[in-house]
């Protein structure tokens, strides 16, 4: 079973950073690896993705200020982020998709950012 375990959310000022970590159970560097953040009354949306190939993608609204990585060493993937805004305020999850397209989600954790 795959299990996938977020911390590193917090509140902060805005223009402020923080770095999200996700321990998985399994390998992260033969999976994809993605960020995705739920506001409240919104539907999830993808931020960033890094593919078992090593392809990186981000959302429009955080390409710049954002930043994927993955340590395999740990099996876990980061995602730090800098200059950040109110409207980046939401929960954000951990997802790991195998190569058989199976999808796992972690816990979630919250993301607070004041102005």
């Known amino acids: 079973q795959v299990q996938l375990v977020e911390s590193g959310g917090g509140l902060v000022q805005a223009g402020g950073s923080l770095r999200l970590s996700c321990e998985s159970s399994?390998?992260?560097?033969?999976?994809?690896m993605g960020w995705y953040r739920q506001a409240p009354g919104k539907q999830r949306e993808l931020v960033a993705l890094?593919?078992?190939?090593?392809?990186?993608n981000y959302s429009d609204s955080v390409k710049g200020r954002f930043t994927i990585s993955i340590d395999n060493g740990k099996n876990t993937v980061y995602l730090q982020m800098n200059s950040l805004k109110p409207e980046d305020t939401a929960v954000y999850y951990c997802?790991?998709?195998?190569?058989?397209?199976?999808?796992?989600w972690g816990q979630g954790t919250q993301v607070t950012v004041s102005s």
């Open positions: 890094i593919t078992r190939g090593n392809n990186i």
């Open positions: 997802n790991l998709v195998t190569w058989n397209y199976r999808s796992y």
């Open positions: 399994v390998s992260v560097s033969i999976n994809d």
